[in-house]
């Protein structure tokens, strides 16, 4: 059996038991594609990026949250680990971020900002993007154990920071 979307068709070897606690992360995570948001994690071997001779490589790729650029904050990189909700980049692509909750720096040298963190419901600013080129910047958010990210701990609480590309294939 499977799951059939309007051009999409998820495998059944893609759902766990709906008594596993991860399987409604599968889900999210294939319904991500169905709305245009990419895998974050890597796919394969990278020479130069990943050590074949590391206990976690496997051909495929590292196994989580190894193989995610954004560790364990997104479940669009890495279904079931203690981030689930979604990074505020992919937010403000599907339109569940609003223009005015983000911040947008160019050439600036230094400022004192407050964002709000991303898994509050609110119409705070939630994510700051510097501007780096036309495609490229650097977003910071806030991620708290809150909404879906209920299960990160203290040490993984705070600010994360990553690189947006948009002239990336997705």
């Known amino acids: ?32 594609h169905e ?22 490589f496997n051909p495929r790729g590292l196994r ?3 193989n995610s650029p954004l560790g364990i ?10 981030g689930q909700e979604s990074i505020g980049w992919s937010r403000w692509l599907l339109g569940w971020l609003d223009d005015e909750q983000i911040i947008c720096l160019t050439d600036q040298n230094s400022a004192t900002l407050k964002i709000s ?7 705070d600013q939630k994510l700051i993007i510097l501007y780096e080129t036309a495609t490229t910047g650097i977003a910071i958010e806030l991620r ?3 909404g879906q990210d209920w299960r990160l701990t203290s040490e993984q ?10 002239s990336l294939p997705t």
């Open 144 to 146: 708290q154990p809150l």
């Open 73 to 82: 904050y997104d479940h669009m990189g890495n279904p079931g680990t203690a």
């Open 1 to 32: 059996q499977s799951v059939m979307g309007a051009d999409y068709k998820l495998p059944s070897t893609q759902i766990r038991s709906v008594d596993s606690p991860t399987s409604w992360v599968n889900i999210t995570h294939e319904i991500g």
């Open 117 to 123: 963190p991303i898994e509050k419901v609110s119409n």
């Open 157 to 166: 609480s705070g600010v994360l920071i990553y690189r947006i590309n948009t």
């Open 35 to 56: 709305y245009g948001l990419p895998d974050q994690y890597l796919a394969g071997y990278i020479p130069g990026l990943v050590d074949a001779t590391d206990p976690n």
């Open 64 to 66: 989580p949250p190894q």
